[in-house]
């Protein structure tokens, strides 16, 4: 019997996790620390796998390595820079576990954060001061399929990851935050970010980590911007606390931000042309499983890596 085979014509898109780190931290039994879903791993890395896991099976296609708070500058600062290629390989091993327990193939994103604090303006330092931290971070992280280069608030940092990443030859993404004048931290406009970074070649540029009505507001022109784009927005209150120096444990999620809620908004960045989308922090595997139940009938759902085999739309 001669059956046809039927062209799939829904536009593709890349599905990130949500806030992992944030995931990871509420999870934890009295872990309070600088280094937040970092140091939960040292003391209860089946936590990480079992957030890692839940993300996986609400659907997520990318999964980050739990290294957001791992960077030279970081684990200088609390005396565990000896550990640094210790926590590393730990985060590869939460990881492959949640991936080998679920069963699903899922890319592994490397994790290029702030060096030194999120939230933060242009640091006083080179660029190749920056860029040799990077390439650090780029060595360890290596057997990633993808890099995410996150949460940047100055381009001097987003160039240098972007420099690092591109060495490694596999398909990245850098994603800005925006403050809510609608700039980066540094002062810097959407614009001039992107300028700085798009001879790199970004698979992706992305706006992340940000109220996700400054996503909604950004989103037309950044799809202007740049030719593949995206948005991942966190939910909470406010990020003053951690922005002046306090603990994450300050930090608090805002209740409108249901997963009904969310999926809307990311329904509305989609029609503006996104093409990347999952969730930052207090984005729940709640938020993200609706959010792929909603999204599944009408986009084809694929992994980061494979948003350079595809076109807008698989018909073209």
């Known amino acids: 019997m001669f059956t046809k085979e039927v062209k799939d014509n829904r536009r593709s898109i890349a599905l990130l996790d949500g806030g992992v780190g944030q995931e990871i931290y509420r999870r934890a039994r009295d872990v309070s620390s600088p280094l937040w879903s970092v140091a939960v791993m040292l003391e209860q890395p089946e936590i990480v796998t079992e957030v890692h896991a839940d993300f996986i099976r609400a659907g997520a296609k990318t999964l980050t390595l739990n290294t957001y708070a791992a960077t030279p500058t970081r684990l200088r600062k609390q005396g565990l820079q000896e550990q640094m290629k210790v926590i590393h390989q730990q985060a590869f091993v939460a990881l492959e576990r949640a991936i080998n327990a679920t069963g699903v193939q899922v890319d592994i994103a490397a994790c290029l954060p702030p060096l030194t604090a999120s939230y933060q303006g242009q640091p006083a330092r080179s660029f190749e001061d920056v860029r040799e931290e990077y390439d650090t971070l780029i060595r360890l992280q290596a057997g990633a399929d993808v890099v995410l280069i996150e949460t940047m608030t100055n381009t001097l940092e987003a160039r240098a990851a972007c420099a690092a990443a591109s060495e490694l030859g596999k398909p990245f993404g850098v994603a800005f935050r925006l403050e809510a004048n609608g700039r980066l931290k ?64 300050a930090l608090e999620a805002r209740p409108d931000i249901s997963p009904e809620a969310y999926a809307a908004l990311v329904r509305q960045w989609l029609a503006d042309g996104a093409r990347v989308v999952g969730g930052c922090c207090e984005i729940t595997p709640g938020h993200i499983g609706f959010l792929a139940d909603a999204l599944a009938g009408e986009f084809n759902v694929v992994r980061f890596s494979q948003l350079g085999f595809y076109s807008p739309f698989e018909g073209d």
């Open 186 to 249: 540094s002062g810097e406009t959407l614009a001039e970010a992107i300028a700085a970074v798009e001879g790199y070649s970004p698979a992706a540029v992305m706006l992340n980590c940000c109220d996700p009505e400054l996503v909604t507001g950004a989103m037309p022109e950044l799809v202007n911007l740049y030719p593949v784009v995206g948005g991942y927005a966190n939910a909470f209150k406010s990020v003053e606390a951690v922005a002046s120096g306090g603990l994450v444990d």
